[in-house]
T-cell receptor
Framework: NAGVTQTPKFQVLKTGQSMTLQCAQDMNHNSMYWYRQDPGMGLRLIYYSASEGTTDKGEVPNGYNVSRLNKREFSLRLESAAPSQTSVYFC???????????FGPGTRLLVL | GENVEQHPSTLSVQEGDSAVIKCTYSDSASNYFPWYKQELGKRPQLIIDIRSNVGEKKDQRIAVTLNKTAKHFSLHITETQPEDSAVYFCAASRNSGYALNFGKGTSLLVTP
């Protein structure tokens, strides 16, 4: 099993460009999450999906949209990137009935 | 919402010494408290967790204690080794279905 995978690993965008970060898990987990990690700020929740077909806002959802495409995939879209969205983005998943979250390797995004 | 405070932000110890990282939380309904370790450039990985019906849990050199009345929990690492050097995050959440709220992290450096 690959666990949680993310693409791309690294991306540079210009202000105003759009892009979609992809996340997939092969563990048959129900819940999936998107976090951003900034220096000194820890991990902050952007959006999450408790189960296929549902999505909810987290602590910092402004400027982002998400799609739970199916049980395996949860994508994060930046419609008009801003320098403040420069960050490392982590996707995570969790099996139903458990609390442990498993993280992907991260996507490093630089917005110029 | 839940607010998790973590201290200290940096910690330097000599190899063989013990390290203690402390967290407090605000939501009395929180009942799951994991600790994640993140090595430089890597994903966060769960190292130990504790649930509210337990006061202490140990796993080899790592232990976590929980004081629900005071709403604080701590990570204890004994006989530290250079490979323990990393950033450690505490988190708190309610029952399954709720997202994790992370502290801002503690950068631990173990010097030989």
């Amino acid at each position: 099993n690959a666990g949680v995978t993310q693409t791309p690993k690294f991306q540079v965008l210009k202000t105003g460009q759009s892009m979609t970060l992809q996340c997939a898990q092969d563990m048959n987990h129900n819940s999936m999450y998107w976090y951003r990690q900034d220096p000194g700020m820890g991990l902050r929740l952007i959006y999450y999906s408790a189960s296929e077909g549902t999505t909810d806002k987290g602590e910092v959802p402004n400027g982002y949209n998400v799609s739970r495409l199916n049980k395996r995939e949860f994508s994060l879209r930046l419609e008009s990137a801003a320098p403040s969205q420069t960050s490392v983005y982590f996707c995570a998943s969790r099996a139903g009935g458990t609390e442990t979250q498993y993280f992907g390797p991260g996507t490093r995004l630089l917005v110029l | 919402g839940e607010n998790v405070e973590q201290h200290p932000s940096t910690l330097s110890v000599q190899e063989g010494d013990s390290a203690v990282i402390k967290c407090t939380y605000s939501d009395s309904a929180s009942n799951y408290f994991p600790w994640y370790k993140q090595e430089l450039g890597k994903r966060p990985q769960l190292i130990i967790d504790i649930r509210s019906n337990v006061g202490e849990k140990k796993d080899q050199r790592i232990a976590v204690t929980l004081n629900k009345t005071a709403k604080h929990f701590s990570l204890h690492i004994t006989e530290t080794q250079p490979e323990d050097s990393a950033v450690y995050f505490c988190a708190a959440s309610r029952n399954s279905g709720y997202a994790l709220n992370f502290g801002k992290g503690t950068s631990l450096l173990v010097t030989p």
